[in-house]
């Protein structure tokens, strides 16, 4: 009991320190493998991932944790955009696909293209689900479940730390 209240106040502590970071300022340093252009699957090592990244990213992108519900900056979020993996930058889901839940994370019902997203079975906390994560660099997103709208019937729950937001561009 008491390693899950550490583990529940680590995360909200995360989740604050989160939520005062400006958009797309995850890194710690210059990411060299961050492109929004390159489908060149990654095989980097988690040691130097954490050189990289921001603390509150890496444990949820490289160690599967996962943010509190409703304190995600995309949760309620409704601009028209593209969605990018915040670790390496690979195109994830357009807002088109994005849908309004009461989950508390922000859900999309596809993924942009066939490689955007793997998938591994998640049995952790006596549950069986579908991890999803990114189809570049095999960071944890979120999971998918088959509760969402039509046409998929699936709704992907993404961590929104997970994900970076790039704003069509006006006409």
């Known amino acids: 009991m008491k390693n899950i209240l550490v583990k529940a106040i680590a995360i909200c ?4 320190a989160a939520a005062g970071s400006a958009q797309n300022a995850h890194f710690k340093t210059k990411n ?11 095989k980097v090592s988690n040691s130097e991932w954490k050189k990289i990244l921001k603390p509150e990213l890496y444990q949820v992108a490289r160690e599967g944790a996962t943010e509190m519900a409703f304190t995600g900056k995309y949760s309620e979020f409704d601009e028209k955009g593209t969605y990018y993996c915040a670790v390496c ?3 994830l889901f357009m807002s088109t696909s ?4 009461t989950c ?3 859900s999309f019902y ?3 293209g066939k490689n955007s997203v ?3 079975k998640d049995t952790s906390y006596n549950m069986e689900r579908t991890e999803v994560l990114c189809g570049r660099c095999d960071s944890h997103l979120g999971h998918r479940f088959d509760d969402g709208p039509k046409p998929t019937g699936k709704r992907y729950c993404m961590n929104s730390v997970c994900l970076d937001f ?6």
């Not at 502590?13 to 604050?16: G, K, Q």
């Open 104 to 106: 508390g994370w922000p």
């Open 110 to 112: 596809q993924p942009m």
């Open 166 to 171: 790039v704003p069509f561009k006006k006409k």
């Open 118 to 120: 793997k998938y591994r």
């Open 89 to 91: 930058g690979n195109p």
């Open 32 to 42: 060299p493998y961050y492109s929004r252009t390159s489908g060149t699957p990654l």
């Open 98 to 101: 994005k849908f309004a839940t």
């Open 13 to 16: 502590l995360l989740n604050i």
